[in-house]
């Protein structure tokens, strides 16, 4: 029998459901409607010089399916690393396809929408419903469609955010090549002090040009910036759009095989019109 990680636990608990929306209406009155928590996550695109990540809830993005992978994706900081960083490098959202289509005058099947700092629709498209299950089909296609074919957009973005930043750091993202050892450990410390607004500079570092010393300590400091976000907190770890974790006991009554606390764990998500499953509804 093959190993089987904790993200492919999550993922196959069929009776504990470790799921990120699949709510009633609370967030917002109508489908359309811009969602309360919407002003603030176009506050922390600006402070922060990160796109823009809606994913866009349409019905074959089945809730209970996305909700089970997108919790599994970011449960654990040492697993699925690749995935991270797409929480990193953008605000991720979670929209209605009627407020996308409203708000930004689309037509048609939108799966994602990638939005600039400053909140205007740069991309959007379609993409594999099942993309979730897998966190390297995730990481690939999610990076493909942030940074651009041919990571124009990353290098537009990291760019930007390096003309803005000041000459200690800027020789920092250099000395992370350097061949000495205390230089490089220095440069890694002053980018970690300033991760929060740099991970799309972090991201090009790491994606730009041959595998190199620079590539690997900017990697590793996407990794440890992702670890030390609060795992429970829209925003941080975890999409706006969503609520959680909350705790589920899927057998209450003989206490037997009954999986960890954090096994037992689910998100809702905040959207208007998704149901609840039926395993739900019943309780």
């Not at 490089?184 to 991970?199: D, F, N, P």
């Amino acid at each position: 029998m093959s190993l089987m990680n904790r993200r492919s636990f999550l993922e196959q608990a069929a009776a504990v459901p470790l799921v990120f929306g699949l709510t009633e209406p609370v967030a917002q009155d109508s489908k359309d409607e811009e969602p309360k928590w919407y002003p603030t996550a176009l506050t922390r695109m600006k402070q922060t010089g990160r796109w823009g990540l809606g994913i866009v809830l349409q019905p074959d993005l089945v809730p209970f399916v996305w909700g089970q992978g997108l919790w599994a994706l970011t449960a654990f900081p040492d697993e699925d690393v690749d995935a991270h960083e797409i929480f990193c490098e953008s605000v991720v959202m979670i929209l209605a396809p009627e407020f996308v289509r409203k708000k930004f005058s689309l037509e048609g099947k939108i799966h994602r929408i990638l939005l600039s700092p400053e909140g205007k629709a740069i991309a959007s498209e379609e993409m594999d419903p099942t993309l979730v299950r897998d966190s390297m089909r995730f990481a690939e296609s999610f990076r493909g469609f942030l940074h651009g074919p041919k990571n124009e957009r990353l290098k537009e973005r990291a760019k930007a955010i390096e003309a803005g930043l000041a000459e200690e750091l800027k020789r920092a993202g250099q000395s992370l090549e350097s061949e000495n050892v205390d230089e490089r450990v220095a440069a890694a410390a002053a980018l970690a002090r300033k991760a929060e607004t740099l991970t799309p500079y972090l991201a090009w570092l790491e994606h730009e040009g041959t595998p190199s010393r620079r590539q690997r300590a900017a990697r590793n400091l996407l990794s440890s910036y992702f670890a030390s976000l609060q795992q429970d907190a829209a925003g941080a770890r975890l999409p706006y759009g969503c609520s959680g974790p909350h705790h589920y006991d899927s057998c209450p009554s003989c206490g037997m095989g009954r999986r960890p606390p954090r096994s037992s764990m689910f998100l809702r998500f905040l959207v208007p019109g998704v149901k609840l499953p039926k395993r739900l509804e019943d309780e």
